[in-house]
């Protein structure tokens, strides 16, 4: 996802070699993270891509509220020191693809269709096995497709970034818990078009 590529592209810009291992066979899928913030801008502009991001985003300088047809009020989302950064709004999936090919251009490959399937620390280092996993049929009578592990290898790494989520095998393997904070929200974004006069 973008936080592990923003992550291996911080490091592989400061000389750090690393390797990027996903399950997906390719970037995301599912938009997620929809918005850029101007703080976000920011750190993308230390890495150089943040043109790269503006040129495929939607750019949010201002946003209206309207009774009706009456503009009642705007929201201005820059401060007065930060008007040149808007709201960056983009599938997840584009974001990913800019971080891909800045990654591609530092010579770092995503290894996608692989997963870590177990983390061990050791004493100055931590054992990381990494599977390959390909599509197979499976089934006789019903036929159908899912992922199998082809092989397997056992990786020492210095360290290990565990950008894989709330389900965090990194998380699960150094046995950090993940307590809940507070009960789940949830929001729906729309986009559609309007014949009204804004």
Not at 168 to 195: C, M, N
Request: charge should be positive; include cysteine.
């Amino acid at each position: 996802g973008p936080v592990g590529l923003f992550a291996a592209l911080t490091l592989a810009k400061k000389g750090i070699r690393v390797t990027i291992v996903d399950r997906a066979w390719r970037t995301g899928a599912h938009s997620y993270a929809l918005a850029l913030h101007p703080q976000s801008l920011r750190l993308l502009q230390e890495l150089e891509i943040v043109q790269a991001v503006l040129d495929r985003a939607y750019r949010v300088h201002t946003i209206g509220l309207y009774d009706r047809t009456t503009r009642r009020a705007d929201l201005r989302i820059a401060g007065p020191d930060d008007s040149a950064w808007p709201v960056a709004v983009m599938r997840q999936d584009v974001l990913e693809q800019v971080l891909e090919q800045a990654l591609d251009r530092v010579g770092v490959k995503v290894c996608w269709n692989h997963a870590v399937s177990r983390v061990l620390p050791q004493q100055d280092c931590a054992v990381a096995t990494i599977d390959k996993m390909v599509k197979e049929s499976v089934g006789y009578a019903v036929a159908r497709t899912q992922w199998m592990v082809a092989k397997s290898k056992d990786v020492p790494v210095r360290f290990v970034i565990g950008a894989d989520g709330h389900q965090s095998l990194v998380r699960r393997a150094l046995g950090i818990d993940f307590p809940e904070v507070g009960a789940a929200q949830h929001f729906a974004v729309f986009e559609f078009a309007s014949d009204a006069d804004l």
